[in-house]
């Protein structure tokens, strides 16, 4: 049982975006930044998303993050095949004092 | 650049420990706290904690208190992660991050880089 929490899937064709949300509460999201994170399978996470809103170094403007609230979203346009990846968010929680994720999103292109 | 690269797949029978490393290159790894995360077979990611190798403190998350230990070894600029007391449950890939460190209306931390991870079958 994760803390945050996501949408198990997500699908698009090629071309269209697709957004991804991450709930939380106040004890993280409504108090901390947000942070994306890429994964493909068989590969080791990657950062996408820093602060809520910045690109990692080297992630394309295709790659936006967004926090309102308690809940966060990462966006994705002009899906490409080689977007297919696993992507979780993940941030602070002050209560636990510790690092907290989603379950993870798949997204098929 | 930065580079975290770790040890090799590990198969261990329960109650036995593992010793995971972690060597860094490209930074000074007393300036960042090194975090250990882990991701079991077809589930999520999940934080177990950090070390901090310029002072050496340490914090765990409540799941693995009193069963892993972090250490670092600044002169060889390298961290590592044992776990004691192995269960099939611990079966997973365990990997070591840089966390950058950022003060908003606490101390938090995020991951800028990761190691390839490494896994550790638990099997009798």
């Known amino acids: 049982q994760s803390v945050l929490t996501q949408p198990p899937s997500v699908s698009a064709a090629p071309g269209q975006k697709v957004t991804i949300s991450c709930s939380g509460s106040?004890?993280?999201?409504?108090?901390?930044?947000v942070y994306w994170y890429q994964q493909v399978p068989g590969t080791a996470p990657k950062l996408l998303i820093y602060d809520n809103n910045k690109r990692a170094s080297g992630i394309p403007d295709r790659f936006s993050g967004s926090k309102s609230g308690t809940s966060a979203t990462l966006g994705i346009t002009g899906l490409q095949t080689g977007d297919e990846a696993d992507y979780y968010c993940?941030?602070?929680?002050?209560?636990?004092?510790?690092?907290?994720f989603g379950g993870g999103t798949k997204l098929t292109v | 650049q930065v580079q975290l690269v770790q040890s090799g797949a590990e198969v261990k029978k329960p109650g036995a420990s593992v010793k995971v490393s972690c060597n860094t290159s490209?930074?000074?790894?007393?300036?960042?706290?090194t975090h250990w995360v882990r991701q079991a077979p077809g589930q999520g990611l999940e934080w177990m904690g950090w070390i901090n190798a310029g002072n050496g403190d340490t914090k765990y998350s409540q799941k693995f208190q009193g069963r892993v230990t972090f250490s670092a070894d600044a002169a060889a600029s390298a961290a590592y992660m044992e776990l004691r007391s192995l269960r099939s449950e611990d079966t997973a890939i365990y990997y070591c991050?840089?966390?950058?460190?950022?003060?908003?209306?606490?101390?938090?931390?995020?991951?800028?880089?990761w190691g390839q991870g490494t896994l550790v079958s638990v099997s009798s």
């Open positions: 991050a840089r966390g950058r460190r950022v003060v908003v209306t606490a101390i938090q931390y995020y991951f800028d880089y």
């Open positions: 106040s004890s993280n999201i409504g108090n901390t930044y």
């Open positions: 490209g930074y000074t790894l007393t300036t960042y706290a």
């Open positions: 993940g941030t602070w929680d002050r209560s636990l004092s510790a690092g907290v």
